[in-house]
């Protein structure tokens, strides 16, 4: 079988922009400044919960000494990040299902499904020697 050759074997001549026309430089437009959009207690909501702030609401929770909470957390939090870096699933009831759903050198995309409906039934559970 003979090669293939396109239909048209000369090379066409670029175009060229004429002389006589330059096309408009549009400027650029000024960027508008960031408005806050609701309230300052929304602005609040949103913020991420940092260390301190996980350290105190569990020392308040638990009434252990803030020292020793620390170290719990701080060991917990190690524990769920060499987990999720190994790429296993968590499976956590209070919270719900954690998975990576994407992992690209150190950055860790995850999917957190709350278990909402879970933790509704196990409210309604009786405790242990009581009749449902």
């Given at each position: 079988m003979a090669p293939r050759t396109p239909k048209d074997a000369e090379k066409k001549p670029a175009r060229s922009a004429k002389p006589g026309k330059k096309k408009p430089v549009a400027e650029a437009a000024p960027k508008p400044a960031p408005t806050l959009v609701g309230s300052?207690?929304?602005?609040?909501?949103?913020?991420?919960?940092?260390?301190?702030?996980?350290?105190?609401?569990?020392?308040a929770a638990t009434g252990g000494?803030?020292?020793?909470?620390?170290?719990?957390?701080?060991?917990?939090?190690?524990?769920?990040?060499?987990?999720?870096?190994?790429?296993?699933?968590?499976?956590?009831?209070?919270?719900?299902?954690?998975?990576?759903?994407?992992?690209k050198g150190p950055s860790l995309t995850l999917k957190l499904r709350r278990a909402e409906?879970?933790?509704?039934?196990?409210l309604a559970l009786a405790d242990d020697g009581e009749d449902s």
């Amino acid at each position: 079988m003979a090669p293939r050759t396109p239909k048209d074997a000369e090379k066409k001549p670029a175009r060229s922009a004429k002389p006589g026309k330059k096309k408009p430089v549009a400027e650029a437009a000024p960027k508008p400044a960031p408005t806050l959009v609701g309230s300052p207690e929304t602005a609040e909501k949103v913020a991420a919960m940092k260390l301190k702030d996980l350290i105190e609401g569990v020392a308040a929770a638990t009434g252990g000494k803030k020292p020793e909470v620390k170290a719990v957390v701080a060991a917990t939090l190690a524990a769920m990040g060499e987990a999720l870096a190994a790429g296993k699933a968590l499976a956590l009831p209070p919270l719900g299902k954690l998975r990576v759903v994407k992992a690209k050198g150190p950055s860790l995309t995850l999917k957190l499904r709350r278990a909402e409906a879970a933790s509704a039934a196990a409210l309604a559970l009786a405790d242990d020697g009581e009749d449902s």
